[in-house]
């Protein structure tokens, strides 16, 4: 289908940080430990492709590594530019996403892009 704006998640279970979309995350990854890292522009799923192990139980053939994606400090589960770990169970402050840049900063720390 090509690039879009979706939701992407991180899943921390598979050992290669590589961004999976909503579909996948319940499909494909339902029982492993996800954090969603907000919506982002021209995104592809990872999941249906050769860069994650875990099979796509959505799509029956496995794709080429989507070579368009960025994949920022989110990625490695830092946020903000403080680079923090990012807890949804546990972070006291409200994390909030430039619409511009599409990075997620604390609400303390929110700057302008």
């Known amino acids: 289908m090509g690039p879009i704006r979706q939701a992407v998640y991180l899943c921390l279970t598979c050992a290669i940080p590589r961004g999976i979309c909503s579909s996948c ?43 368009t994606n960025q994949y920022e400090q989110n990625f490695r589960g830092l946020f903000c530019r403080c680079s923090r770990p990012y807890d949804p169970k546990t972070e006291p402050e409200t ?19």
């Open 25 to 67: 995350s319940i499909a494909c990854h339902t029982d492993h430990e996800q954090v969603e890292i907000f919506p982002k522009r021209h995104f592809c799923c990872d999941c249906p492709t050769s860069a994650i192990p875990h099979p796509c139980t959505l799509h029956r053939n496995p794709e080429e590594e989507n070579i």
């Open 95 to 113: 994390m909030i996403q430039c619409l511009a840049c599409e990075v997620g900063s604390h609400s303390m720390l929110l700057e302008t892009c």
